[in-house]
């Protein structure tokens, strides 16, 4: 049982040739709303994974704010603490070029509410066996529902996206850091990533940087980092592969696999979702990533 403290976002893509510059319209080619946010996107791959999956979270009073309910119910998600609140959802603007580029704006929206907990969300948090975080509501909101994991003594699996300064009091409650190498030179100034995991770990007690392709590290204190490969798949769209890594992380760890093999499962999860479009409409449900991963 996993509950996810997050955002929800409905992505707007448009697929172009070339991304215009300032002052310029382009035509674009294709447009599509995906469901999206990091936190809901770890609550479809935790769900899809075979957890049973509390969403803590907020859309807005518009259309938008439906659309993304019903697709975390689709996935199996527990919606009763996705608050709807007066105003827009959050929404990422995304403009995707022929190269693959992409330029974003995020508008948090509903998000934004996201400030502190119920009594509803603590009690979640409380009966959960972890709880995934990550930085894209505001970071009162992340602290307290950290704090209340920590005074359940439930497992807190922190994504620290997007990269910023973290007050020393939440990662004081983080149990699993889980930066992608980016994040991880971010929050240390140091550009090698088992580096920069070692720097992490006077903080934290656990860190996974992710890898992309090369896959991920895993270093703990008083033990030799873990290097985990990912596996050799054809990648035609790599967004939301981290999300989906730390969805099935999370349901393997909650269900007493230990470290290394859990992170082959998540390796197994996340590069099934690399070989199909979307983000959280590529991610794998069990029974694939148990085929994939040969267990
Ligand atoms: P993020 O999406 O947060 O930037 P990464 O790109 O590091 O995260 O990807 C997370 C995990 O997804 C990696 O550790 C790896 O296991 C898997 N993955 C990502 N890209 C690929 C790829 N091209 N082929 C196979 N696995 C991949």
Redesign the pocket.
């Known amino acids: 049982h996993i509950a996810v403290f997050g955002s929800t976002n409905m992505d707007l893509v448009a697929y172009v040739a070339k991304a215009p510059q300032r002052g310029e319209t382009v035509t674009g080619r294709e447009f599509r709303t995906l469901p999206g946010g990091k936190g809901a996107n770890q609550a479809v791959a935790a769900a899809r994974a075979g957890a049973t999956v509390a969403m803590i979270g907020a859309v807005g009073n518009d259309a938008f704010g439906s659309g993304l309910r019903s697709a975390l119910d689709h996935s199996g998600v527990d919606t009763d603490l996705l608050r709807t609140v007066e105003g827009p959802s959050g929404t990422a603007h995304i403009v995707v070029d022929d190269d693959g580029g992409n330029a974003i704006v995020v508008v948090p929206g509903a998000n934004a509410s996201l400030t502190a907990l119920s009594a509803g969300d603590t009690a979640e948090i409380a009966a959960a066996d972890a709880l995934l975080l990550q930085l894209e509501t505001p970071l009162e909101g992340v602290l307290a529902a950290a704090r209340a994991a920590r005074e359940s003594g439930v497992r807190t699996l922190l994504?620290p996206?997007p990269a910023q300064p973290l007050p020393p009091e939440l990662l004081a409650a983080t149990d699993l850091l889980l930066p992608?190498?980016?994040?991880a030179a971010a929050l240390t100034g140091i550009d090698d990533p088992a580096a920069a995991a070692a720097a992490l770990l006077s903080q934290v007690p656990e860190v996974v940087?992710?890898?992309?392709?090369?896959?991920?590290l895993y270093a703990a204190r008083g033990a030799a980092p873990v290097t985990?490969p990912?596996?050799?798949?054809t990648?035609v769209d790599?967004?939301?592969?981290?999300?989906?890594?730390v969805g099935a992380l999370a349901v393997s760890l909650a269900e007493g696999t230990p470290m290394p093999q859990a992170l082959e499962w998540?390796?197994a999860a996340?590069?099934l979702?690399?070989q199909r479009p979307g983000a959280s409409a590529s991610m794998p449900y069990r029974t694939e990533i148990d085929g994939a991963a040969g267990g």
């Open positions: 994504t996206a992608n190498e980016h994040e940087v992710t890898l992309g392709a090369a896959g991920s985990v990912a596996r050799r798949v990648a790599t967004t939301g592969a981290g999300d989906t890594f998540a390796s996340s590069a979702s690399v």
